[in-house]
């Protein structure tokens, strides 16, 4: 077995044993789809009969992306935990390729964004949201998407994770990303309501391309809500693909430089 | 005769240096030569350059010049064979709370390419000789100090290396704890063919575990030798004297006596190397008596690696 896949078991088993991560893992999305969207689907469905239901479709996938962001940049705190209580020492000593720790790493961090996706997404069906039901294609496709976004957020974090000695910075940190890349997107609200800078923002802001990528391969109804003015499936795919690249870079270089 | 030694040879370092970015030297030119089946260690007080020492024969840092072979490879060229050779516990305690004793070992055998069946017959025999067996399947955030430490020992052997490196084993744990882990350490040389290169800033644990001592300070060997011939070189006692007077005058007229092999002075405290303390107290009494060097407070003791530190380094090694 690879060392990445056996550094990956031992974070899912770790995962497990410690109930509050795992707790926190899976109920902090359930706090969003539940809270947020509730409150969301009355306003809507007071001011247009009807509504409520779509903006549950059309909101769901932007709470997969923010999720998944916020899952993936925590995951740095594994490998920074690793990193200050010295367990990393074990990694560097024992006869396995160092960039297998940084994949091990990226591994835990997109299979805990993926289950935090699955249960927004369980949760966001029992509200209302509709998929797009059998059609395996377009769940590859999504599937593909948030593991492509997951991995570059996991990237960044990864890279931050590498250099930085505190923990209480990457929670800054953490919180400086999330709120701008989250409300800067077209994750809340459709692109073409936005004022102009604002639209700028979403344009340049890899959330905007996963949400979208999402409404096209999983979600089927939100379009109708975004008056059909979602981005183009294929620039959503190259642009997430591009951003993961990027993100897997950017943590390698940071990563290399740290175990020197 | 001299081929077979140096085939026995397993840690050899040369001109050994280690230069922090902005910082002074922190290993500042070492010479190892360290034989299979002893142990060795590295005593000196914190800061010498100790864990650096040990950091790069573990590949964990590279030299900034000089060379450091394990077992014949090259600590920076053939970094992953020297990886496959050694086992490491580290000065701090590096083990994950979450996961049981058993589940450490584990991840630990799999990290290093054991086989399942082999994991589970090492693991099984290790638990026996840490005496962890009814542990293993409890958290090690349950775990006692030393409990943990004897967890990472075995850790260190799960992929039965040939050289073991224990940076500071028995930092941190009480007396009764430290005797256990000594206990182990002595089994595991003898029943494992195996070389330990240790450091500790404790002058007992190196008298008590070492077959051969290197004395470092400020990244540099200032003395190596098994105890014995350490300490024997201070002279068979060590008579200590403090008093007033004029000091200086007293220490130059103690070292024309014969039977002096040395005197130092810390603080007013002086040692005097001598070769059968009992005999030449009253030798000594009468001097300082002569002298005009009244005494306060008078001993004979046996002279310690402490000794032998003070008088290579200038400094008490001071246990904290």
Known sequence: MSAALILWHKHMTKLIAHKEEGFGVLFQPILWVVLFGTGMKSVMGTAMPGAGDLYITFMVPGIIALTAMTGAIQGGLTLLEERIRGIMKEYLVAPISRVSILMGNAMSTVTKSLLQSAIILVVGVLMGAQTVGLDPVGWLGGLLLIILYGLGFAGIGLAVASRTSSTGGYHMLIFMLTLPLLFLSNALYPLKSLPTWMQIGSRINPVSYVVDGLRQTIFDTGSKLAGGELLPLWLCFLVVSVFAVLGIMLAYGSFRKSVK | MIEKKQNNIVIETKGLVKKYEGKVLAVDGIDLSIQANTIYALLGPNGAGKTTTVSMLTTLIEPT???????????????????????????EMVIDDDLTGCQVLDYHGRLYGLGTHEREKVIKELLVLAELEEAADRRVKTYSGGMKRRLELIRGLMTQPKILFLDEPTSGLDPQNRTTIWRYIRNLKENNQ???????????????????????????????????????????????????????????????????????????????????????????????????????????TKPSLGDVFLKYTGRQLRDK
Do not use: C, W
């Not at chain 2, 072979?69 to 920076?76: H, I, R």
């Not at chain 2, 007077?245 to 070292?255: E, Q």
């Open chain 2, 65 to 91: 010049s000089g060379t450091a072979k394990v077992m014949g490879f090259d600590v920076v060229r053939q970094a992953n064979e020297v990886r496959h050779r050694i086992g490491v516990t580290f000065q």
């Open chain 2, 194 to 300: 195996l070389t330990l290169l240790l450091t500790t800033h404790y002058m007992d644990e190196a008298e008590a575990l070492a077959d051969i001592v290197g004395i470092i300070d400020h990244g540099r060997i200032v003395v190596e030798g098994t105890p014995r011939e350490l300490v024997s070189g201070m002279g068979a006692d060590t008579i200590q004297i403090t008093g007033s007077g004029d000091v200086d005058s007293f220490i130059n007229k103690l070292k024309s006596l014969s039977f002096v092999q040395g005197v130092t002075n810390t603080d007013g405290l002086i040692k005097i190397g001598i070769d059968a303390g009992n005999k030449r107290l009253a030798e000594v009494v009468s001097l300082a008596d002569r002298s005009d060097f009244p005494i306060e407070e008078i001993s004979v």
